[in-house]
């Protein structure tokens, strides 16, 4: 849709976060892609050294690679793509090699070579140079068999995820399992996503063209997502609490999801101040509650103010609540969506002029329908940044 291509080509580093210490993420990545074999099973020579990046399996007398995880005789290439089989390969009878970074390759009655870039190779009859060693960074080669790869993916039938690649017993993949590391939208469960918030995240009547992000977040779901926007204007996060918080937490089930954003009007005078103690204290209490009904509470910094110095977006009134946001989620073993620091590293991208747009009436705080968007877009996005499993609901 349209509205995904507007931040397609804006690439949030960890370096220009706005609010330090983004939490570390979870076990699950997404972005792998799995390669399906066709009756393969990968397997080392005899003699055979494995790589040294990735889930490897072991060969028979060979040496696993540092750090990997082993498969039932699979070998995955390190950082690899996915295999590509044909007869015949490249040459006959000769030598096949992966092209640098690329696709793998497969010959029949040859000699299997892994480049640099850890493509996996398979080989059907073919015979390993130097005994069965891998050849060049991170390849993998087999006798008779197929690798699979993927760096950070899905884990396969019988596998095992790990940040270097996925081992596979028996080499097959998946059928579950869709391209792109995600699952299938259809097996996951029906879900709620509650969020808790002010004027910048609530909905709003279609009599204004005013807008805050939480009203264009579900766009970015899957339909088994329902969202529950309770985000009210004026509120702080102690107001919050004693109000519609009570309302918020009575609906939540087992498995939904809490996504919680204040700072700014705790910061400022009209509708605040809460001191960042207090602060700390009350996300801390909303945090242990969701815990409770057995739903998953994330901690998010507040959207940016739009405050310019020199043509460059500033943050010193809510750092110190970002960052007590942040505080929360390490104390709690908690992942935090850091909107705060891509919402700033975004304005900083596009200038003054184009963030200026995207205000409702020139508002430093508040959006139009296209600022809203982009900031339920960059809430999205840092969901899987972060590998939070409500990522997989994502379009």
């Known amino acids: ?207 204004t063209t005013q807008e805050g992000w939480g009203q264009e977040f579900g766009q970015f779901f899957v339909s088994t997502v329902t969202i529950d926007n309770q985000a009210q204007g004026g509120a702080n996060v102690q107001s919050f609490y004693s109000g519609k918080w009570k309302t918020l937490i009575a609906n939540v089930q087992a498995g939904d999801y809490v996504l919680a954003a204040f700072g700014i009007n705790d910061s400022g005078t009209t509708h605040g101040p809460v001191s960042v103690a207090d602060f700390t204290a009350e996300f801390s209490t909303m945090a242990d509650e969701v815990a409770a009904k057995k739903a998953t509470f994330i901690p998010t910094t507040s959207s940016p103010l739009q405050v310019w110095v020199g043509g460059k977006e500033t943050n010193d009134r809510l750092q110190p609540y970002c960052d007590a946001t942040i505080a929360v989620g390490k104390t709690k073993g908690l992942l935090v969506d850091d909107l705060n620091a891509a919402g700033v590293a975004y304005y900083n991208s596009i200038g003054q002029t184009a963030a200026a747009a995207l205000t409702f009436n020139g508002d430093k705080a508040h959006f139009d329908k296209a600022g809203a968007t982009a900031m339920a877009q960059l809430a999205a996005q840092e969901l899987t940044r972060i590998a939070s499993p409500l990522a997989a609901y994502l379009k």
């Open 1 to 207: 849709m349209h509205h995904r291509v507007l931040l397609s080509c804006f690439v949030l580093a960890a370096g220009a976060s706005a609010c330090s210490g983004s939490s570390t993420p979870g076990n699950s990545a997404a972005g792998g892609t799995t390669a399906t074999s066709s009756g393969g099973s990968s397997g080392s020579a005899s003699g055979g050294i494995a790589g040294s990046v990735g889930s490897t399996g072991g060969a028979n007398g060979g040496t696993p690679a540092s750090g990997g995880s082993s498969g039932g005789g699979g070998l995955p290439a390190s950082g690899g793509s996915k295999v590509v089989t044909s007869t015949g390969g490249t040459s006959t009878g000769g030598t096949s090699i992966a092209s640098t970074g690329g696709t793998s390759t497969v010959s029949t009655g040859g000699t299997s070579i892994a480049s640099t870039g850890g493509t996996s190779i398979a080989s059907t009859g073919g015979t390993n140079t130097g005994g069965g060693v891998a050849n060049a960074s991170g390849g993998r080669i087999g006798t008779g068999g197929t690798s699979i790869v993927s760096t950070g993916g899905t884990s396969s039938s019988g596998g095992r995820v790990s940040t270097g690649g996925i081992s596979a017993s028996g080499g097959s993949s998946a059928s579950s399992v869709s391209t792109g590391g995600k699952p299938d939208a259809g097996s996951l469960p029906s879900i709620t996503v509650h969020l808790a918030g002010d004027s910048t995240m609530a909905n709003y009547a279609a009599t």
